[in-house]
């Protein structure tokens, strides 16, 4: 109801022409309102502008997807995604997230033999791994394998386990081939960082280890985290992909020079953040170029084949809203799938680059029919021993918050287009396989 007393008062209502402003003028001028009025007489429409674009895309093949690998823990089911669960893992793909963290290893018991004692039940895994079936994936299998003694048979270690691990791991691999994934798109990930926890984790991984290495040496491990030379050491004959922090990658080589034996996968992961830690930032506010837009440029400065964060999806804050520390999700929360950030895009465009280089040292090393011009090797030489160590260096200095950090990521970006112009330039192309 309209307040009596507003009799002689005036009164602006702005959308009179229709729906509720056109009801309050009339209410209002009813009880003796002078009522001003206002309202647009009709949209005004917007400007066109027409846009001539031109795109030039050279005929060169940048690396396969599969030549690099990225982590970033992506559990959807525990997260806060998991009500749309679909367009979350497509998001994930579509970005390059290429290596996943799975559950659901089948239980199994085995007798005083070493036989198990009933058929594996792998409903669980399939759930698990079925999506990415068809998919250059990499899944590391979580956990140790649950293999239980029944009564009177030896226990974790005995000559019965060793013998039930061999056959529970000959049937893990059988089944997993049958899904389509390979030998090297699956590796056992018994511990998170296990230098972190001390020796006694450490040896209680190498000695499963070295069980599997009689079982099957064809089953590869996975090992992430820090630790100290000794455990390094102690860790490489039973590790077949080693992920350390990022921090470890750039200052530490007498670890990396252990991790990087022949046969050997060598991804990074970033969970410190030193170059927000140093600018006393959260990692929404840090340097994207630095923390995000150079991870895959880094990877190849370094000679690795992986990079990753922790991590896109996991955590209890709101995304959206201001959080203290590190607010680790890439992606937002929406209302029927993820909605992207510029860390993320930054990340996948950094994958992109990651592949037109690799690419470009292919071509810098081929020979006969396909070899380079000495001008177009110079150029190309220039970029990947010059241009990227020196961006790469300047991302990397933990102690100091990088400065122009961004115009020399473009510069490196300029240099390595002219480099696929001039390699497209020739004739010869040739494609690459992972």
Known sequence: MIDLQLKGKVGLITGANHGIGATTARAFATVGVKVFIAYNRGAVPPPETVVKIALEVPPFQMAPPG?????????????????????????LLAHGNNVYAVGGLPAATYDASGALTEPLDYRALDAAVGRFRGKDVVLLLSGF?????????????????????????????????????SREQFALYPIDEPGGNGWPTVRRLVEFGEMVRAADPGVLIYVNGGGDVPMFQALAPVTDIWCP????VAQEPEKIAIMRAPGKQLWSYDCAYANASVSGRTLKAGDVVAMYRTAAISAFRYGLTGAGFWTSILGPDDPWTRTEGYDYMILYTGRSKPVTSRRWEAVREGIEDFRILTALRRRLEATGDGALTDATRASIKHLLEVSVPRLVDHS???????????????????????????????????????
């Open 145 to 181: 394998p649950p293999l239980s003694p029944a009564a009177g048979a030896g226990e974790y270690g005995s000559p019965a386990y060793r013998k039930a691990l061999k056959a529970y791991l000959a049937g893990l691999t059988a089944h997993l081939n049958g899904l389509g994934f």
């Open 67 to 91: 030549s690099f690998r990225l982590c970033t823990w992506g559990n959807v089911e525990g997260s806060q995604y998991k009500d749309c669960p679909d367009a979350t893992y497509d998001n």
């Open 396 to 434: 990397m200095d933990f102690q100091a918050i990088p400065q122009h950090l961004e115009e020399t990521l473009n510069a490196v970006c300029s240099e390595m287009m002219d480099c696929v112009a001039a390699v497209a330039r020739q004739a010869g192309e040739v494609s690459f396989s992972r």
């Open 245 to 248: 922090g990022l921090v470890t």
